[in-house]
């Protein structure tokens, strides 16, 4: 660990409040002496006591210097040096231990951290190492808006801040149990151009909210944004030391090692990572994956290609600006039912939902319950394909889910989801007519009795399909018709008669009835 000079006068500050300095340029720190005169090496810290020495100390070259007095003349030196100034009534010996122990538990500081990656411990624990070395109040958040881990001190103060920043219960302890900021807030910072500016920052940065400022470092993994440090600055406060700054950069250092550590326990999933960039393939450009390519991808999320699966297709309306929440709403499905593969192109959504991994039917049935929510908080309509059992069918049940919410906005427009197993009669009926005319395709029968009610004012059409609908009672008939059932059997007869029907033929009562289908239509 490099331990320089603006930590060190950092975290003497910490102890001794009454402490100042002032900053020329930061350098590393390896000794800490007392000064003489003729010494002078820039990687030392020097301790000056005797005032007598100041006046050559302001001719010399710069130097690391605290000085311990009373006298306001080293105000002269400032030009020249790393200055720090201590009341010359501290105990001069137990000062000296105190930077000792400095240099001394920044350096068992940094072992601990290098721990932690080693044995794959947990984000909060690097905050837990830290503490002593942090004074302002620390989270990560992730690129799913969530806090994966926060400092000890970090609750109480968001509370005393009432920021909106961190307006969330917060009773998680380790990264794989992290809290999503409310929706609202989420919303409210994905609509934030700023904040969505700062997913870009590969250098630390300073965000400002409505009340507070904060010091900020992203993480990225193969040019991927994953998550953020976020570190609040306290009321009226617009930036932290240069040596609080040194320290978060260190404690930054190992969050990276430790995201790096857990990318293969998909900690991280993205829009680009290898499943979501497989399936949008095979969606929307038509390519083709080899059974064992296809497979080896799946199992990155545990999958396997005789799962069973559900597809879900989201479109969202005109104006909606869905494209801002977008990737917002696949983050936060994703998060919440890990069965989820949620894939963002043009002015849709498509999720496919692996049902075997869903922990149970309450899991599926809550899923679908939350769906109802998006779909009116976000403005737009589902479309839901039949189970399958195989993933090389995805195209088809992909197109499935489309075809329910163009055949379900036809016959249902107020509806807001279609399941396609509700419209697969209207969907084989609706191409039937691919090549002819419904005229073309009606039982002649049935053509016949069109003509035949023309020319003598009967209802035999509606006779007919009464019975069909029926099931072929002849009594329930009569009673829905309002005629006596010896009537009605008369009627039937000379229908059968004027349209030469065979009633007794299981083909013939499917083609009767496909034809009053496609009648209205």
Not at 213 to 242: H, P
Not at 253 to 269: A, E, H, M, P, R
Not at 370 to 376: K, Q, R, S
Request: a negative charge; one cysteine or more; glycine letters at 2%.
């Amino acid at each position: 660990m490099k331990i320089t000079i603006s930590t060190i006068f950092y975290l003497i500050k910490k102890k001794y409040p009454n402490f100042s300095y002032f900053l020329r340029n930061d350098v590393d720190i390896f000794h800490c002496k007392m000064y003489k005169e003729d010494l002078g090496d820039i990687n030392t810290l020097y301790f000056v006591s005797n005032n007598n020495l100041l006046s050559d100390l302001s001719k010399s070259k710069s130097l690391n210097l605290i000085i311990i007095t009373s006298n306001n003349d080293f105000e002269i030196l400032n030009k020249n040096h790393n200055i720090g100034k201590i009341n010359e009534s501290i105990n001069m010996h137990e000062f000296y231990e105190d930077v000792i122990d400095i240099f001394s538990s920044l350096l068992k500081w940094s072992n601990s951290l290098k721990n932690v990656i080693l044995k794959d411990l947990s984000f909060s624990d690097i905050f837990k190492i830290s503490e002593n070395f942090l004074e302002h109040t620390a989270a990560i958040i992730s690129y799913n808006l969530s806090i994966i881990a926060y400092s000890s001190n970090f609750q109480k103060s968001m509370k005393d801040k009432s920021s909106e920043l961190f307006d969330v219960n917060m009773d998680k302890e380790n990264a794989e149990n992290s809290e999503l900021l409310p929706t609202h807030i989420a919303r409210d910072l994905i609509f934030d151009t700023e904040f969505d500016k700062c997913k870009e920052n590969t250098e630390p940065f300073y965000f400002k909210d409505e009340a507070y400022f904060y010091y900020c470092i992203n993480f990225f993994i193969e040019d991927v944004y994953i998550a953020r440090l976020v570190i609040s600055l306290n009321k009226n406060e617009t930036s932290l030391s240069t040596g609080e700054e040194e320290v978060i950069k260190y404690i930054a250092k190992y969050i990276f090692l430790l995201f790096k550590n857990k990318k293969s326990k998909n900690l991280i999933k993205h829009q680009n990572d290898r499943m979501h960039n497989m399936i949008r393939s095979i969606l929307f450009s038509d390519k083709s994956f080899v059974a064992s390519d296809l497979s080896k991808i799946l199992n990155t999320y545990n999958w396997k290609t005789n799962d069973t699966y559900r597809i879900v297709k989201l479109t969202f309306f005109e104006g909606s600006s869905w494209k801002n929440i977008a990737d917002y709403i696949c983050i936060q499905l994703e998060s919440k039912w890990p069965e989820i593969c949620a894939i963002t192109s043009d002015q849709i959504i498509v999720l496919i939902i692996n049902i075997n991994k869903a922990k149970n039917k309450t899991t599926l049935n809550d899923f679908f319950e939350n769906l109802a929510y998006i779909i009116t908080e976000y403005t737009c309509k589902a479309g839901i394909s039949n189970f399958f059992d195989s993933f090389d069918n995805i195209i088809t049940y992909y197109i499935q889910a489309e075809r329910a919410i163009q055949i379900g906005q036809n016959i249902n427009p107020d509806f807001w989801y279609y399941i396609f197993s509700d419209y697969t009669y209207s969907y084989m009926i609706e191409h039937l007519e691919s090549e002819f005319s419904k005229e073309h395709l009606l039982h002649p029968g049935i053509l016949e009795l069109i003509k035949y009610d023309k020319e003598h004012n009967t209802e035999y059409l509606k006779t007919l399909e009464v019975y069909l609908k029926s099931n072929g009672n002849s009594t329930h008939s009569a009673n829905i018709l309002f005629i006596h059932r010896t009537s009605f059997i008369r009627r039937l007869d000379r229908i059968i008669k004027i349209a030469n029907l065979d009633l007794n033929s299981e083909d013939e009562w499917l083609y009767l009835l496909i034809s009053y289908k496609l009648l209205n239509i």
